[in-house]
């Protein structure tokens, strides 16, 4: 087993004692004990500020401002069609992780400023160089795309780091975003650490920070019924966040399924702690997370080159998916594509979304 050795091992010996990756049936008693295992906490969107407007490019934006009680206050971006004033459906468009912190939202969201160089690079390597939030915004949606912990507006400055993260990001031909994302990602070990000593996980954090998200954009008076999407690190949130919010009404992962127990060969290094909360494991599979919320509408779309996933691990979990939507409901597709968002299975996103919620009462 690769990146384990001679102690390829302890995978058994934990098998042995406790049952891993059971194949937990979909239902609110699942969704319970996941919950409790990743620790996700209660929180708000207070205080909700408009911070400034603008159009440009066939979409009307807001920039948005909140505070869920710690850390710097949250921006968002609210993105609706150019000059559309009667109510749409909403959609919470959830950024990845990608390894690049400086940034969240503006990764798959245009705001007023043109993009920096490092997100035109994220969005070319992972997005066919679209704003893919902004671009469904034009399509007739209300948009929501909002930083969360550790990502943009809502970062860790340098100086809280320790200075034996710090002093790993010294290379002086980096930008300061990619200096800084050099540290963020060591960073991600202290946070998580933090956050279990909490009582909670990094996991359990974000999925509470898009909980309040996705609450405020169904408050909205000028929002109907409302879905979620992302890719990669976002695609796990959109998991998470179909997971403990009853009142998503549909919800799109791309590039981010795949069993458990098929990603021990080598697949974990590469992965943000979000993926392995503690005691998940315990709980259920990946998969039987990401369809907990059946028959509600479900859409997982998997690239077959994915270098973060084995295919494998991506059959088996459409596989085990599907047979929790005995009656229709899910749809999987297989992209050949490496790890991305491309146009193709963004155009797809978009169909789906609409026939899930622009036709619902």
């Excluded at 194949?23 to 207070?46: F, H, K, N, Q, Y």
């Excluded at 559309?84 to 909403?90: E, I, K, R």
């Excluded at 200075?163 to 990602?185: F, K, M, N």
């Excluded at 939507?325 to 978009?350: L, N």
Aim: net charge negative; proline share 7%; with cysteine.
């Amino acid at each position: 087993m690769r990146h384990l050795g001679e102690f390829a091992g302890l995978a058994e010996a934990a098998g042995k004692q406790w049952k891993l990756f059971p194949d937990a049936p979909p239902g609110p008693e699942l969704r319970a004990a996941a919950r409790e295992a990743i620790g996700v906490l209660d929180l708000t969107a207070r205080d909700v500020r408009v911070e400034r407007t603008w159009t440009a490019d066939g979409v009307d934006g807001e920039e948005l401002s909140w505070d869920v009680g710690y850390g710097p206050r949250t921006r968002a971006y609210l993105l609706r069609p150019e000059g559309h004033t009667g109510t749409l459906p909403g959609v919470v468009a959830l950024h990845c992780h990608a390894g690049m912190k400086w940034a969240g939202k503006e990764k798959i969201a245009d705001g007023p400023e043109p993009p920096t160089p490092e997100v035109r690079r994220v969005r070319a390597e992972l997005y066919g160089g679209r704003a893919y939030a902004s671009e469904l915004a034009r399509r007739g949606f209300a948009v929501l795309a909002h930083d969360v912990t550790a990502w943009g507006s809502r970062r860790f400055p340098l100086k809280d780091m320790p200075d034996r993260v710090t002093a790993l990001a010294t290379d002086p031909e980096l930008s300061e975003a990619d200096h800084y994302d050099v540290a963020a990602g060591h960073h991600e070990h202290v946070l998580e650490k933090y956050c279990r000593l909490l009582g909670t996980s990094f996991a359990g954090v974000v999925a509470g920070e898009d909980l309040a998200a996705a609450a405020y954009l169904r408050s909205r008076p000028d929002v109907g019924p409302v879905a979620c999407a992302g890719l990669s690190g976002g695609g796990l949130r959109s998991a998470l966040l179909g997971t403990f919010d009853p009142d998503i009404r549909a919800v799109a992962v791309a590039a981010m399924t795949s069993s458990y127990e098929d990603m021990l060969d080598g697949y974990i290094a590469s992965h943000t702690w979000m993926l392995f909360p503690p005691g998940l494991s315990r709980v259920c599979d990946w998969p039987a997370l990401v369809a907990s919320g059946a028959p509600r509408p479900l859409l997982a779309l998997y690239a077959e080159n994915d270098h973060l996933f084995p295919g494998q691990g991506m059959r088996r979990a459409h596989e085990a998916i599907a047979r929790r939507y005995p009656g229709g409901g899910y749809e999987g597709a297989f992209y050949e594509a490496p790890h991305a968002f491309d146009i193709p299975m963004q155009e797809h996103a978009f169909t789906w979304l609409s026939a899930h919620l622009k036709e619902s009462p």
